[in-house]
């Protein structure tokens, strides 16, 4: 079996062990670091705002600078996966990821900030993001596809649980220039070795089948019938996309929901705080959020491969409602069992979205530029990520309350449900485009 992993191209064919759940597996703790290196950010901020003279608003701007870098860049490494393959891309990536880390550790100006790992860091950690994984779990899994898609972004959860506080613990011990080593290090002898010695593109380079291993009939899904399915997206051109109706409702359904979901994100321990509840406990509500969204993303994957990505999304949209609404009823009566409510509903609902995103994209697109298809959807991702961070700020300054803010999430997110029934990816699970 370890040489089979080792060398997946010697898997016999009558094997019971399918390799796309290594790819699962490679998915996973490479989106651990993605999300848990951008979420660390946060404490290596509270750092450096020590040492330098820096203010509060020109420092945070690193992390747009390198959300911006995400944002423009998606669409690209999404279309270079589809033309060369992923590890000419993810490989790249991780050295300039583990480059951008390193340099940080020598920072002395703002503006090398925003060099190193505003541009640096943002571009190598893009190349591991969840528009790479997306494009390669696509080829994988069709029947199944929920169901990896939620495993492999559960590793978003557990990498800002495990980093975010490892970070602070190395920092505390050795300081944040030692601790931007360390974490470079990390990538370097964890991440390199899984994508370079595991990582495949689709499943026919070690010859099995989206979802099963042989073309016998004892699996619904052969891969004759997966491998036509997937033909029969290879006609797609960017022309073809931008006038579909259904790229639109693509971008618009995680663009929607993303732009609720970062203003709970970025305000809600902010909020917590002014309302009374002290910052460890804030703190520690958030992180459960986050445990919570993990456990989630795996239950909503595995639920929309049963009754439908529309359906599932939209229970788990219903379940982020009530977790902001607890916000608001917490906001007026005071009573702290809304808390407990927030982080449980909210946790659920943000773990429906990432699966969502995913396999909505694959049942509606598939095809030799897949990969550039979704890098627009994460382009959108990352430009609503900005806008709801921003705009709930902005409304907090004019009214001095989150109230106006959190119904707007409520509105967002409900519309996002209607965009994705625009999209109707049922209508095309399992089907030729």
Known sequence: MLSSLLNPKRIDASSSFYYGWIIVAVALVSMAFWLGIRSSFS?????????????????????????????????LVGGLIDRFGPRRVVVPGILLLALGLLLCSMLETLTQFYLFYGVVMGSGITCIGIVTYSAILAHWFEKMRGLASGIAVSGMGLGTFLLVPLSQSFISMWGWRMTFIVT????????????????????????????GLRDDGTFENTCSNSMDRRSAGDDWTTKKILLSGRFWALIFFPFFSIIGIYIILVHNVRFLVDQGIDKMTAALIFAMVGVISSIFRIFWGWLSDRIGRETTFTMG?????????????????????????????????????????????????????????????????????????????????KTQSYHMAFILVIVVLLLSCS?????????????GQ
Not at 198 to 203: A, D, I, N, V, Y
Not at 419 to 431: D, E, H, L, Q
């Open 317 to 397: 949209i219903l379940c982020a409602c009530l977790g902001v609404s607890s916000l608001l009823l917490f906001e007026n009566s005071g009573f702290k069992l809304f808390t407990y409510s927030f982080l449980i509903f909210f946790g659920m609902g943000w773990g429906v979205t990432a699966p969502m995103f995913i396999s909505t994209a694959a049942d509606l697109f598939r095809g030799k530029i897949f990969g550039l298809i979704y890098g627009f959807v994460e382009a959108g991702i990352g430009f609503a990520g900005a806008l709801g961070a921003w705009v709930a700020g902005y409304i907090f300054d």
């Open 184 to 211: 470079g290090v990390l990538v370097l002898i964890i991440l390199l070795p899984a994508n370079v010695l595991f990582l495949r593109h689709k499943p026919e380079e070690v010859g099995q089948c989206a979802d």
């Open 419 to 431: 965009f994705i029934w625009m999209a109707a990816p049922r209508k095309f699970r399992g089907a």
């Open 43 to 75: 404490v290596f901020y509270v750092a450096l705002l020590e040492d330098f003279p820096w203010n509060r608003g020109e420092s945070a701007g690193v992390q747009s600078m390198a959300l911006i870098t995400y944002t423009i860049l998606a669409p």
